[in-house]
């Protein structure tokens, strides 16, 4: 059990690492008088383990529900983990004792996540949904 949850850990950096590498081009504009506004970024409201049982049952359909979206997520901390590039990853549990699955959030404040215990229910907020070996996973978290 503990060789596949390095196996689990190992391929979860190596996805994480291969995601944050790549780099896109920005496009500029010759005309500085017009500048337009951001896109207001839609929201939505979810249950850590309601969530993860929508991942078990069609995963397709429960990434479409989050996907572009800033996501508000609430449960009890499951796990505190530092990625592969040392940022604090906060993993709420998805109800069950032994499982790999739940939301992990990428945390963007190392002191506030110092504070939390686990056991602890809270509200965590992120964007950027992916899908991580059945997880899914926020990035830019912040306590709410």
């Known amino acids: 059990m503990k060789k596949l949850f390095w196996v689990v850990l190992a391929a979860f950096a190596i996805y994480h690492v291969a995601n944050n590498n790549t780099t896109t081009a920005s496009a500029t504009s010759s005309d500085t008088s ?11 409201s979810i249950d850590a383990a309601e969530f993860s049982k929508k991942m078990d049952d069609n995963e397709v359909a429960a990434m ?12 009890t901390i499951k796990r505190f983990n530092l990625d592969i590039a040392d940022e604090p990853v906060i993993e709420l549990s998805d109800g ?7 939301v992990m959030v ?8 110092a504070k ?10 992120g964007d950027q949904p992916t899908e991580i070996m059945g997880s ?6 912040q306590v709410e």
């Open 116 to 125: 939390l215990h686990k056991g602890q229910r809270v509200t965590l907020s």
């Open 64 to 75: 479409a529900e989050v996907e572009g979206r800033k996501v508000f997520v609430h449960g």
């Open 34 to 44: 017009t500048e337009q506004a951001a896109p207001v970024q839609q929201t939505i």
């Open 96 to 102: 069950q004792r032994y499982s790999f699955e739940g």
């Open 106 to 113: 990428e945390m963007v404040d190392k002191a506030t996540v």
């Open 136 to 141: 899914l996973y926020l990035h830019n978290g």
